[in-house]
């Protein structure tokens, strides 16, 4: 995976918090469409489950909104993320989120070629 793939991994999150909302509303279990918050919510897990970096997620989804509210929401959805990621797996505790996948790889291309 290419460090190019990671603003799309992002954008994926944030289609899947406005389907979750339209699901959400299609079986009446939310009345009003906040879609910007559903989005955030997405942006955020995804980004916490894939990186690891919850806490970056949670300040991400603080900055874009500047609504403190929603630091208990996303709180629920980042970690749901990446325990969704990492438990099923217990072999994968200690695996690497993606950043250091493609930080990995980028450095023993690098190594290669510098041969």
Not at 35 to 61: D, K, N, P, Q, S
Not at 79 to 102: E, F, K
């Amino acid at each position: 995976m290419r460090a190019e793939a990671l603003p799309q991994l992002a954008s994926f999150g944030l289609v899947c918090g406005l389907l979750a909302a339209l699901v959400m509303i299609a079986f009446r279990l939310i009345i009003e469409f906040a879609h910007g918050f559903y989005a955030v919510i997405g942006l955020g897990a995804m980004m916490g489950g894939m990186l690891l970096a919850l806490l970056a997620a949670l300040t991400e989804m603080l900055e874009l909104t500047g609504n403190p509210n929603i630091i208990w929401p996303g709180m629920l959805a980042v970690i749901a993320a990446a325990d969704a990621l990492y438990l099923p797996r217990p072999a994968a505790a200690g695996t690497a989120s993606v950043y250091g996948v493609v930080t990995r790889a980028d450095i023993e291309r690098n190594y290669r070629y510098a041969k």
